[in-house]
């Protein structure tokens, strides 16, 4: 059972950047996912989260109409597309499966995204 | 939004003894609410689902109880690997999802 992020890097203030969330060794259609992000050296902050099937998709406030959640079961795979990103968007970037709406009980190791001129 | 405040944000035990660390939720979450590990350069790791119910391959010298509005989480003959961060969140009324600002358990 794994997930792995990729995507993460440096990045100007407004710039953008897409992060994948690759899973593997579980039934992937079972589970929503969600991105947690967590500033270096402080707690963890819920980003977005969505359903097994894409019916339902949440956000944090502080990303609401900047980032966009989407996955392709097919390919096993959740995406967070983030777009107008600031200097507060800099945080370690985990994705993270649920069942429904219940904890998180598989995390993948994370992925940096820096937002810095 | 329901807020969680862990108390005490650091504490200091000494290996062999017990921890005892604390969640406490703004407003009633029944017992709908996990704790999570996390140790540096490693994501979080799951410890408690539903309060009390013990995630798989979590040591019985972890416990977790209480409903309501207050919790706790107890490690018991404490081991060097459990020096670690230690963090709750409710799923009881989301999205957002919320954490607590976490617990450093440190070596006395």
């Known amino acids: 059972v794994q997930l792995v992020e990729s995507g993460g890097g440096l990045v100007k203030p407004g710039g953008s950047l897409r992060l994948s969330c690759a899973a593997s060794?579980?039934?992937?259609?079972?589970?929503?996912i969600n991105w947690v992000r967590q500033t270096p050296g402080k707690g963890l902050e819920w980003v977005s989260s969505?359903?097994?099937?894409?019916?339902?998709?949440f956000y944090a406030d502080s990303v609401k109409g900047r980032f966009t959640i989407s996955r392709d079961n097919a390919k096993k795979s959740v995406f967070l597309q983030m777009n107008r990103l600031r200097a507060d968007d800099t945080a370690f970037y985990y994705c993270?499966?649920?069942?429904?709406?219940?904890?998180?009980?598989?995390w993948g190791q994370g992925t940096m995204v820096t937002v810095s001129s | 939004e329901i807020v969680l405040t862990q108390s005490p944000a650091t504490l200091s035990v000494s290996p062999g003894e017990t921890a005892t660390l604390s969640c406490r939720a703004s407003?009633?979450?029944?017992?709908?609410l996990g704790w999570y590990q996390q140790k540096p350069g490693q994501a979080p790791r799951l410890l408690f689902h539903?309060?009390?119910a013990r995630a798989t391959g979590i040591p019985a010298r972890f416990s977790g109880s209480g409903s309501g509005t207050e919790f706790t989480l107890t490690i018991s003959s404490l081991k060097s690997e459990d020096f670690a961060m230690y963090y709750c969140?409710?799923?009881?009324?989301?999205?957002?999802?919320?954490f607590g600002q976490g617990t450093k358990l440190v070596v006395k």
């Open positions: 060794g579980f039934t992937f259609t079972d589970y929503n």
């Open positions: 969505i359903s097994s099937s894409s019916s339902y998709i």
């Open positions: 407003q009633s979450i029944n017992t709908n």
């Open positions: 539903a309060a009390s």
């Open positions: 969140q409710q799923y009881h009324n989301w999205p957002p999802y919320t």
């Open positions: 993270a499966r649920a069942i429904n709406g219940d904890v998180f009980d598989v």
